[in-house]
């Protein structure tokens, strides 16, 4: 999407199109799990009057062996106008499109390639907290490399003129060319306007909430990561008007403390849930209109 086509978003989530697209259908497809993306996208298809149905690998044909390619088509012939789509690997989302020839197809995530409804709730978040989005610095701390919401996160702010660094251990911030890079937190703490802390994937390491908790070095890898949780101590580093984001899930005491998760500079990240409905619906009456 272009700088304009996301403006065009912000701008219909911000005016009154309720109900605009009824009997149009919904296809929820979510081969991972999900509470926020999943959630928002049935209150945000319920919000412009569309029918929603969700598809559950684990209880579908998919277990009679049958595929993707029909599982498309059968969404399409049941009639489905948008398939959302989340899927543990990269692309599936953008094959599924090409199945389909009625039907939008929406990323909700695909592996750890990218995620854009995300990066539009943040963007919009980021505006509605802050006044603007051009000209700030957005700091995204972490796990980058695994991290989905990052890669779609980071190339939306380019586009609408706001700076990025990414922070974190030097083998999970240099995967991607492009934005500023650190592997100093501390130091990079009282420049930024937002600091985005991702979700450590623990996922990718097979290493349980426990071990991470207890800090265990488990990997070399996590034992790196654990030196960029937000603290306290490191929160009132930054500048005052400063805010935190994260996209959920929190795990609490590994990325972010819950003295930080709980703290009034925390609050967007409760208003980048309620704000994921308002985009998603704008996305989704744009899309069908
Ligand atoms: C993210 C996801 O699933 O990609 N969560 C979300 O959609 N709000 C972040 C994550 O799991 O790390």
Known sequence: M???????????????????SPGKIIANVFYEPSTRTRLSFELAA??????????????????????????????????ANVIVVRHPQWSIPKI?????????????????????????????TMKQQLGRIAGLHVGIVGDVHHSRVAHSLYPALAKMGAKTTLIGPKHL???????????????????LDVCYVLRAQKERYHVSDEALRAGMRVTENFNHLSRYKLT???????????????PGPMNRGVEIDS????????WPIQAQVTNGIKVRSALLHWLLT
Do not use: W
């Open 173 to 191: 911030v240099s995967s991607r060319p492009g934005p500023y890079v650190s592997y100093d937190l501390d130091a990079k703490l009282p420049e």
């Open 2 to 20: 272009s700088a304009t086509e996301i403006l065009q978003i912000f701008a219909l989530a911000d005016t009154n199109y309720e109900m605009s």
């Open 259 to 266: 003295s930080v998760a709980d703290s009034p500079r925390a």
């Open 46 to 79: 319920k919000r412009i009057g569309a029918d929603v149905i969700t598809f559950e690998p684990e209880t579908s044909s998919e277990k009679k062996g049958e595929g993707t390619q029909d599982t498309a088509l059968t969404l399409q012939a049941l009639g």
């Open 232 to 246: 306290n101590e490191r929160a009132e580093k930054l500048p005052p008007h400063a805010i935190v984001m994260h």
């Open 96 to 124: 599924i499109s090409g199945f389909v020839n009625r039907c939008n197809v929406i990323n909700a995530g695909d592996g750890s390639n990218e995620h854009p409804t995300q990066a539009l709730l943040d963007l919009y």
